[in-house]
């Protein structure tokens, strides 16, 4: 049983425009220790993936169907105050704005120490204490005297170190991290990043890495989802995405990765851009924008499914290459012929990130 | 008039920037933030409130190709110098429909049965769009292209029997 396993989810909502279709039959699993990625343009539904499951959707937004299990518990099904029991506690969020996730009124060192009291049942004074030790292992300095300091007393990196703190002040055992460096310059952006992966090692906490950035996920995670108006389309081990891409937006994000040493006079970008979730294309959704697609993609949804064999995938229990694409079915005339580069380590632009180009015919 | 004070400043009421004297003083202000939209709730039936509403369906031409995508687009209107609200049966307070096929698909995501209200201020008309792609969604994961012929596209709000409470309208294109 993995630790966190999420199983045909349905997030949907009412709008007086109409039903948008934030997740589709979403499926996927995160072991203990596992640090799972989850890419995608603005739009994909993935921040929407990560309130769901600390079941922090706000109206209209609702959960139509599908199960979240955490531990083998489904978190739909528990009360208000056995989700609350979970939160902070069994499973951590780090928000993407630090200044809006921390309470202006309140010190940073009072809102690190509510929650090591309300789940751990310390005292105010070993409650201060701990939270003075985790404000000094997310590297702010002289944590002690910046324990009665208010958010804004802090600069925009030390919120986030300090968001990072309460989510780490209950040693969680997941920790859903929605884009956490995006709002940072890149030295700081390195720092949390270490200090994350540190975290994931030393007591080997999952962490599900919410990011639009493709380097952080090279760099960071074992596995990879990437998600497209809803949908996930692909899902891999971290080298397969990056050296074996199966699916043509992945392709295209993979390509649209500028390089240091790049000759390519413009960058290349996938072209269009992301439908309205209330009124998705049919037949697949990636299809305006896909340039392998035939009228087959326009009549027909493809299924996720492993890309060796061609069979229906079951993103919970294997972990072999998954893709949306009727290529991997036998229902696409031509084929997906692009090349993938691997530029020699070493060289400009080894980062493994960029190692992976799709050359478009 | 021309005046001058003790700290030297000219005013002169031809001046574009002296300040403004409303005569408006003696209107009763608070009437401005009445809550409008409950106040009509509270004294109009809601009957009235239905009758009130009116809804368009427009499509920019009469025929399209096979497989052309036909823009429509559906106008709900309230003509009333109050704000209307209009109780619906679920939570989007519109649908459309292509030959009676809601969102053109046979295989429809179903509603959810909670209660939703759409709320107009007077005079105000909203604008709402969608795209049918010419083809209907026939399973899971299947489309079809529609025939060539005619077809009816309606959008109604999402109460009992909208046509019967003349809040559903519907135009027809041809697929050549």
């Known amino acids: 049983m993995a630790m966190l396993e999420v199983e045909d989810l349905n997030v949907r909502f009412y709008t007086e425009d109409g039903v948008v279709k934030a997740t589709n039959d979403l499926s996927y699993r995160i072991e203990?220790?596992?640090?799972?990625?989850?890419?995608?343009?603005?739009?994909?539904?993935?921040?929407?993936?990560?309130?769901?499951?600390?079941?922090?959707?706000?109206?209209?937004?609702?959960?139509?169907?599908?199960?979240?299990?955490?531990?083998?518990?489904?978190?739909?099904?528990?009360?208000?105050?056995?989700?609350?029991?979970?939160?902070?506690?069994?499973?951590?969020?780090?928000?993407?704005?630090?200044?809006?996730?921390?309470?202006?009124?309140?010190?940073?060192?009072?809102?690190?120490?509510?929650?090591?009291?309300?789940?751990?049942?310390?005292?105010?004074?070993?409650?201060?204490?701990?939270?003075?030790?985790?404000?000094?292992?997310?590297?702010?300095?002289?944590?002690?005297?910046?324990?009665?300091?208010?958010?804004?007393?802090?600069?925009?990196?030390?919120?986030?170190?300090?968001?990072?703190?309460?989510?780490?002040?209950?040693?969680?055992?997941?920790?859903?991290?929605?884009?956490?460096?995006?709002?940072?310059?890149?030295?700081?952006?390195?720092?949390?990043?270490?200090?994350?992966?540190?975290?994931?090692?030393?007591?080997?906490?999952?962490?599900?890495?919410?990011?639009?950035?493709?380097?952080?996920?090279?760099?960071?995670?074992?596995?990879?989802?990437?998600?497209?108006?809803?949908?996930?389309?692909?899902?891999?081990?971290?080298?397969?995405?990056?050296?074996?891409?199966?699916?043509?937006?992945?392709?295209?994000?993979?390509?649209?990765?500028?390089?240091?040493?790049?000759e390519r006079d413009r960058l290349q970008t996938i072209p269009g851009r992301m439908p309205d979730l209330i009124e998705v294309p049919p037949g697949c959704n990636f299809h305006p924008r896909c340039p392998y697609a035939e009228e087959a993609c326009t009549r027909t949804e493809p299924e996720l499914v492993e890309t060796e064999t061609g069979e229906p995938a079951d993103p919970i229990e294997s972990d072999a290459q998954v893709a949306a694409c009727l290529a991997h079915t036998g229902e696409l005339r031509g084929e997906l012929d692009y090349e993938v580069t691997v530029r020699d380590a070493g060289g400009p632009g080894d980062d493994p990130a960029a190692a992976s180009e799709g050359e478009r015919p | 008039m021309r005046g001058s004070r003790a700290d030297g400043v000219d005013r002169d009421d031809d001046d574009p920037f002296r300040p403004n004297t409303t005569d408006d003083r003696e209107k009763p202000r608070a009437m401005r933030s009445l809550p409008a939209a409950s106040l009509s709730r509270w004294l109009l039936p809601q009957r009235v409130h239905r009758r009130a509403v009116s809804v368009t369906v427009e499509t920019a031409a009469d025929a399209y190709d096979r497989d052309e995508p036909v823009p429509v687009a559906i106008t709900v209107r309230n003509p009333l110098p109050v704000p209307v609200t209009v109780r619906t049966r679920a939570p989007v307070p519109w649908t459309w429909h292509v030959d009676g096929h809601r969102d053109a698909s046979h295989v429809p995501e179903p509603l959810p049965e909670t209660d939703g209200q759409l709320v107009l201020d007077r005079g105000e008309r909203r604008r709402f769009h969608r795209t049918w792609s010419g083809q209907f969604k026939t399973d899971d994961r299947t489309w079809a292209p529609a025939e060539r012929g005619e077809h009816t596209i309606g959008a109604g709000l999402t109460v009992a029997d909208p046509e019967a409470a003349g809040v559903y309208d519907e135009t027809t294109v041809r697929i050549r």
């Open chain 1, 32 to 262: 203990a220790g596992e640090r799972f990625g989850v890419v995608g343009e603005s739009g994909a539904g993935k921040s929407v993936t990560s309130l769901a499951l600390m079941r922090l959707l706000d109206d209209p937004g609702v959960i139509e169907s599908g199960e979240i299990r955490f531990k083998g518990e489904n978190i739909l099904e528990m009360s208000d105050e056995e989700v609350r029991d979970l939160r902070g506690n069994e499973i951590a969020m780090i928000f993407q704005d630090a200044q809006t996730a921390l309470n202006p009124a309140y010190t940073v060192g009072e809102q690190i120490s509510e929650a090591i009291r309300y789940h751990l049942g310390l005292g105010e004074a070993a409650a201060k204490e701990r939270a003075i030790e985790t404000l000094e292992s997310v590297g702010i300095p002289s944590a002690a005297e910046r324990y009665t300091d208010y958010p804004h007393q802090f600069s925009g990196g030390m919120q986030q170190r300090a968001v990072i703190a309460i989510a780490l002040s209950c040693d969680p055992d997941l920790i859903i991290a929605d884009e956490p460096t995006t709002a940072l310059d890149v030295t700081i952006e390195a720092q949390i990043l270490d200090l994350l992966e540190e975290v994931a090692t030393e007591f080997d906490t999952a962490i599900q890495l919410i990011t639009h950035d493709l380097g952080v996920v090279a760099e960071f995670c074992d596995r990879v989802m990437v998600m497209y108006a809803g949908h996930p389309v692909e899902m891999a081990p971290v080298e397969d995405i990056y050296y074996d891409p199966q699916h043509p937006y992945t392709v295209g994000l993979m390509s649209s990765i500028p390089r240091i040493g790049d």
